[in-house]
């Protein structure tokens, strides 16, 4: 089965891949939440270089929160991985 990529880009919702991302645009900290299992997430720059990788602990299954406060301002990507092979990515936006 093929893996199915959704990027949809509204300001903290997207209803296909149920994916909450809090408060966008951020100073620090970023809080996802998913309506389904995540597997993991990665965040990337806005030059494709991987800047955290991630797998889900049990406690984090549809919850996890990411400290952007080191980097610079600008855009990441996330991108996270669903437990039903859906990979969903979002914009995030540090000040």
């Given amino acids: 089965m ?6 949809k880009e509204e300001n903290s919702l997207d209803f296909l891949g149920n994916i909450i991302r809090y408060p966008n645009p951020t ?11 995540t597997v993991s997430w990665e965040l990337d720059n806005s030059f494709g270089a991987v800047l ?4 889900a602990t049990s406690q984090e299954l549809k919850a996890f929160s ?6 610079s ?10 437990k ?11 000040e």
């Fill in 2 to 7: 093929a893996e199915q990529f959704i990027n």
């Fill in 27 to 37: 100073s620090g900290l970023v809080n996802v939440s998913s309506a389904e299992n």
């Fill in 52 to 55: 955290i990788q991630e797998e």
């Fill in 66 to 71: 990411l400290n952007l406060s080191k980097y």
């Fill in 73 to 82: 301002a600008g855009m990441y990507i996330l991108r996270i991985q669903l």
């Fill in 84 to 94: 039903n092979r859906k990979h969903i990515i979002k914009k995030i936006i540090k």
